[in-house]
């Protein structure tokens, strides 16, 4: 777990609030969690990035402790997301970017969006369309969640995130297994549809900035390999990664090597 302090800021908008945490000074730097997650799926590269930005972690509206607005759409998401952030920087102040998994479409839309981003990383990116290869179905968590089955409960999730987010059950630990139920169960953005709908690869068209790529070998939402050729093709200048022996959430899983990339590449721009 990171030992950089965070400061939380409850950023009004409308009748609610989005939920950022801020690590670190200097330029911004946003970072946007996955589908079923929270700013805590960053919790172990926030201080490797913290040297060099001030970094920006929301619960994403939808998510975590943040409020919802509107229906389910990108833009419902975006539009508070994008407010919220000008109160933290300013509405002209450019910053640099990183998402993760549902995160990382999001990013590419609010770069696409707001013009206002040079350095880009996408890991674990879905919304690119490319073919799947899912180790199981979900398992429903929320019966013993509703029963108070707190045994159940954690084993679903034990198994949930073995099949999705880690290469194997023996790489949940409890800290990944306490940050994906608190995620899972506060999630009310349902990012499913729009992750598979596809549409990264228009949107990378017009992206010009600085761009890193990374995934994990065996991320089951993807064939890496795959993705990263063709996303190479759109994107020439872009750096690309795939950690071996790693699931889909390879920031948390394969940390070390990730903030390793994560040193160099910025080290080098």
């Known amino acids: ?56 972690v929301p619960d994403m ?59 880009m990383a996408l890991l674990g990116a879905v919304g690119h369309g490319g073919t799947r290869r899912p180790k199981g179905e979900f398992i429903n968590w929320k019966p013993a969640y509703k029963n108070d089955d707190q045994p159940e409960l954690q084993r679903i999730m034990r198994e949930n995130l073995s099949l999705h987010m880690l290469s194997s059950v023996d790489r949940v630990d409890e800290l990944a297994l306490q940050i994906h139920t608190d995620a899972c169960i506060a999630t009310r953005f349902r990012s499913r549809d729009i ?44 750096q690309a990664h795939i950690i071996p022996n790693v699931g889909h959430w390879v920031q948390y899983e394969a940390a070390p090597e990730v903030n390793k990339i994560f040193d160099q590449w910025l080290s080098s721009h």
């Not at 079923?36 to 001030?54: E, F, M, P």
């Not at 991320?219 to 050729?229: A, G, L, M, Y």
């Open 61 to 119: 509206p939808g998510f975590g402790a943040s409020g919802v607005w509107g229906g389910n759409s990108v833009n419902d998401l975006l539009t508070p997301l994008i407010a919220t952030l000008n109160t933290l920087i300013g509405e002209d102040h450019s910053f640099d970017l990183m998402g993760f998994s549902f995160g990382a479409l999001i990013a590419v839309n609010l770069a696409d969006r707001t013009q206002r981003v040079k350095k």
């Open 195 to 238: 992750s598979r709908a596809g549409g990264m690869q228009e949107l990378l068209q017009r992206y010009q900035g600085d761009l890193l790529l990374i995934w994990g070998e065996h991320d089951v939402t993807s064939f890496p390999e795959q993705v990263v050729k063709e996303l190479l093709g759109i994107c020439p200048q872009a």
């Open 1 to 56: 777990m990171t030992s950089v302090l965070a400061k939380q800021h409850l950023v009004p908008y409308l009748d609610g609030a989005v939920n950022w945490f801020e690590y670190g000074q200097g330029e911004p730097l946003v970072l946007l969690h996955g589908g079923h997650g929270n700013a805590q799926h960053w919790i172990k590269n926030v201080q490797t990035l913290s040297a060099y930005y001030r970094v920006l």
